[in-house]
């Protein structure tokens, strides 16, 4: 899976700052208030995003580090993508939904409703299916 804007945004300012904080703020601008930190466990929830942030540091210090190997970072195994999938599927991992404030337009980090996790139910059964298929 590629990042999302929000994502690639988020580790961008994360490897040029060393910011959460800021990160997730550039990421969601219209971030509701006290959602910070959620907002930030959500997006760190994805591995791609470590590995990002990881490989962009590694990139920044590649002259300093000069045996390090900057290598393009892993895309989700399997197991990580049936994982965020679990995730959902138990409540364990908010998503974003837009709210309407006196200040106009918010993000504001929820539990997913229950179309939500039944789609991530779905999805985690056909990603198996495919699994299984690519052994016959």
């Known amino acids: 899976m590629a990042l ?48 990002h942030i990881d490989a962009g540091v590694l990139y920044m210090f590649k002259d300093i580090v000069t045996h390090a190997i900057v290598k393009e970072p892993e895309p989700l195994s399997f197991d990580e993508q049936c994982e965020l999938l679990r995730l959902t599927i138990n409540g364990e991992r908010s998503e974003a939904k837009y709210v309407v404030t006196q200040e106009g337009l918010r993000i504001k980090f929820v539990p997913p409703d229950d179309d939500t996790r039944q789609y991530a139910l779905q999805t985690l059964q056909t990603l198996r299916d495919n699994q299984q298929r690519q052994w016959f």
């Open 4 to 51: 999302t804007k929000q994502e690639a945004t988020f580790v961008k300012w994360v490897v040029l700052q060393g910011d959460k904080l800021k990160a997730i703020k550039e990421a969601y601008p219209k971030l509701e208030e006290g959602d910070e930190q959620e907002a930030i466990r959500h997006i760190m929830q994805n591995p791609e995003v470590q590995r």
